[in-house]
């Protein structure tokens, strides 16, 4: 089954690529597959002219359905994006360049949990070992789901299930100092079911990062990614050694200096603080690449 909308500000490879998720790959066509939620699905986008962000997204293997269900919140679909850019590109001249080179990226709405251990993975850590472990996890402790493309595919363990294992469980996927972590967390989130993880989207922002920042293995910056990425707090603003390079190159910030640079963008981004982030972030890979 294959499923197509029209969409705009959108770029596979701008949403995918920038460091917010890690289980979706390029495909030799440029398409991307990927699984979340239970699902595993192809998407390719069909650009209305050469290198636009408006045309079709094609999504193979989903039906309406899943579409509303899933896709449409998880791309974040119903947000107008060219507001955001309008907004943040009225800030200063660096964010508005960014933003040009940035075109079609979009914050993705992801699982609270599998986000939670993803970013505690990524600590000190690079992409393709990011995905490696993640994979590792999945494959291990993850529930077997339908074959895709030829393909075994599996869902991302729940805390129930990752509470239960042991450090010598772990050893074979290279987790190294993360192995403790995830399991320390995962006993504490499988205490009330989860019921405290979940209800952070509804909590004020102070209070969502003071829980996950309590959490074994979540410091300041892993916290600002879970609430960015997942818990939908856009004012957000992830720094970690490869933001302290841009606010440095861009802006003139002392490395070392992270609370100015929080403030900074407090004041300037505001409610939008994720959002510039993520269009700084990508800017600063293009120009340095």
């Given amino acids: 089954m294959q499923l197509?909308?029209?969409?705009?500000?959108?770029d596979l490879k701008n949403i995918f690529d920038c460091g917010q998720c890690f289980r979706w790959n390029e495909e030799e066509d440029g398409s991307y597959t990927g699984t979340a939620f239970g699902r595993t699905v192809n998407m390719s986008f069909e650009p209305d002219c050469e290198g636009g962000c408006s045309g079709r997204l094609i999504i193979d293997g989903a039906d309406e359905e899943d579409f509303e269900n899933i896709w449409k919140k998880y791309l974040d679909l119903d947000r107008d994006y060219s507001f955001i850019?309008?907004?943040?590109?009225?800030?200063?001249?660096?964010?508005?360049?960014?933003?040009?080179?940035?075109?079609?990226?979009?914050?993705?709405?992801?699982?609270?949990?599998?986000?939670?251990?993803?970013?505690?993975?990524?600590q000190n850590n690079n992409i393709p070992r990011i995905k490696k472990c993640i994979e590792g996890l999945c494959e291990k402790f993850g529930e077997e789901l339908p074959e895709y493309r030829g393909k075994k595919r599996y869902a991302f363990p729940g805390y129930d299930v990752l509470s239960k294992v042991t450090l010598e469980d772990l050893a074979d996927i290279k987790l190294g100092y993360r192995a403790e972590y995830i399991i320390r967390t995962a006993q504490t989130v499988a205490e009330d079911e989860g019921r405290m993880l979940y209800a952070l989207n509804s909590m004020p922002?102070?209070?969502?990062?003071?829980?996950?920042?309590?959490?074994?293995g979540v410091g300041p910056k892993v916290a600002n990614c879970i609430l960015l990425f997942a818990i939908e707090k856009y004012e957000s603003f992830p720094i970690d050694?490869?933001?302290?390079?841009?606010?440095?190159?861009?802006?003139?910030?002392?490395?070392?200096?992270?609370?100015?640079?929080a403030a900074f963008a407090r004041e300037t981004y505001g409610e939008n603080g994720g959002f510039a982030q993520q269009y700084l972030f990508y800017y600063m890979r293009e120009i340095t690449l």
């Fill in 241 to 261: 050694v490869w933001m302290r390079r841009v606010m440095n190159y861009l802006y003139g910030f002392p490395e070392n200096d992270m609370k100015g640079m």
């Fill in 85 to 122: 850019k309008e907004t943040l590109g009225n800030r200063d001249e660096v964010i508005k360049e960014a933003i040009c080179k940035g075109e079609g990226i979009r914050l993705l709405n992801q699982d609270n949990w599998e986000t939670l251990i993803s970013f505690i993975v990524s």
């Fill in 4 to 10: 197509i909308k029209s969409v705009k500000d959108f």
């Fill in 205 to 216: 922002l102070k209070d969502a990062y003071d829980y996950l920042v309590s959490l074994q």
